[in-house]
């Protein structure tokens, strides 16, 4: 069984500042993390994985996320927020690639960037 | 590389009628594609997974008569939604697996009136 819980279902921050959107999971296998974004009306454009090997995983426009497992988390930041970054962001927890390899999505976060 | 092309992206039916939404994986063989729904300003629910040459797995919840989905080729997947109502209208994405994770395709928005 695994479960996602993003922390917060809206973060708003000023242009320029940093960004910290919050996801917990649990898992009985040793999980793959993922964090997508979504612009509205679109679909969802992987932002960064992580799949067992470097704990602080690196990904496109400047965001990372750490995986720490003795807090079961994979929270994602991003020292300077731009205003493109505003959109909906999901965390994902998959089993297993040797199995279903179904996802379980977060709720979601709302990023709201103020000029 | 890895892309999912997803059409139509927008459809705007009759309730009684049929829609089908298409997803063609364009430069790898998708094996299994997941169909998701997304309710207004809500997270994605996984409804069907579909394997190639074989019957999809539904979630629970998910009448599989009305929401009929065919993976005939490694390339294809298709979801149709019968005799939709306006209850179906709803964002539509289709997913599959790849070595990086996940391809998404972009999404069909269904408005049944």
């Known amino acids: 069984a695994q479960s996602v819980t993003q922390l917060d279902s809206h973060v708003s921050v000023s242009e320029g500042t940093p960004v910290l959107l919050r996801c917990n999971y649990s898992?009985?296998?040793?999980?793959?993390l993922f964090w997508y974004v979504q612009h509205p009306n679109k679909g969802l454009q992987l932002l960064l994985k992580y799949t067992s090997a470097a704990t602080l995983v690196k990904g496109i426009n400047g965001f990372e996320a750490e995986f720490k497992k003795s807090e079961t988390s994979f929270h994602l930041t991003k020292p300077s927020a731009h205003m493109s970054d505003a959109a909906e962001y999901f965390c994902v927890v998959s089993g297993p690639w040797t199995n279903a390899g179904k996802s379980t999505f977060g709720d979601g976060t709302t990023l709201t960037v103020k000029p | 590389g890895a892309v999912v092309s997803q059409h139509p992206s927008w459809v705007i039916c009759k309730s009684g009628t049929s829609v089908k939404i298409e997803c063609r994986s364009l430069d790898f063989q998708a094996t299994t594609m997941f169909w998701y729904r997304q309710f207004p300003k809500q997270s994605l629910m996984l409804m069907a997974t579909s394997n190639e040459g074989s019957k999809a797995t539904y979630e629970q919840g998910v009448e599989k008569d009305k929401f009929l989905i065919n993976h005939a080729s490694l390339t294809l997947s298709t979801l149709t939604v019968t005799s939709a109502h306006p209850e179906d209208s709803s964002f539509y994405i289709c997913?599959?697996?790849?070595?990086?994770?996940?391809?998404f395709g972009s999404g069909t928005r269904l408005t049944v009136v």
């Open positions: 898992s009985s296998y040793s999980p793959s």
């Open positions: 997913s599959a697996r790849v070595p990086s994770g996940y391809t």
